[in-house]
């Protein structure tokens, strides 16, 4: 592993357990053989900044603390640095931390810091926006953009299942179309995933989903409507093969996709853009350490 010298921690501690979890990070990194100079950040509107000023003393390695939107929005200050990207998921799906194998618990995490590897991965890209896992198009951004954000800090991911199933009832699919001109593919779709990763909600879903397999992977939810997105999300969860019936395939570097009418995206949860938009891929853009084992 590279020789680590100088390291940071930025932590928003206005997740669901980042406040309560701040101290026991701090304990736990002050046993690493580098020092960590901590950041906590209680108003998110300051971690762009905070991160920013953090980058400008080009820290050997800097640990983001946070849920996948907090990690997801903060990676574009890695690219073109030699800074590598540690995660302690402190989020409610933590799925960017689950694709790569990092233990969801504090000590594990911060094991992983003291032994594990840096790996060169992939982030996505939505036209020009950098993301971390997985971005998506239907149920989940009209989830995130009316979900009461106190109900899923207090109540995390049970909090956040009961409202999925409120606004699943007043779901309609929707016209997907991929690609452009004479070879765009239309389709009725329940949900698109456009995935660097392989989990979605904290649920593996994209199994092909590599984070260095250089390409971007858009899979829609296409077969029987609310029933297949039922059946896929539940296949997922209970490692069913009936996760796959439903559901179309896309690989490419570089994908157009527009739906009709135009949606709300959201980016590792939250809702950043709309379609149309260009997704793509951005092969081998960051370092981040990851289990040896992976």
Known sequence: MDKIRSAALVVNTQSRTGQDQFEQACAALSGLPFDVAPHPVED???????????????????????GDGTISSLVDHLVGSDTILGVLPLGTANSFARTLGIPLEIEGAVEVLRTGTPRRI??????????????????????ATTIPHKLKRWFGRAGYLAWATLQ???????????GEGADAKRLTATEVRISNGRFHGGVELIEEARLDSGEIIVQAVAR????????????????????RADTVTFHARELRIATNPPLPISIDGEVLAKTPVTARIAAGVIRVIAPAST
């Open 122 to 143: 992939d982030l996505g890209m939505i036209d020009g926006d950098y993301f971390a896992n997985c971005a998506a198009i239907g149920i989940s951004p009209q989830i």
């Open 224 to 243: 029987n409507g609310r029933r297949g997105l039922v059946r896929n999300w539940s296949g997922a969860v209970f490692g069913l093969d009936s996760r």
């Open 44 to 66: 998110p509107s300051k971690l762009q900044d905070t991160v920013r000023q953090v980058m400008a003393g080009k820290p050997d390695l800097l640990i983001l603390g946070g």
């Open 168 to 178: 699943f009832v007043r779901f309609r699919p929707f016209e997907l179309i991929v």
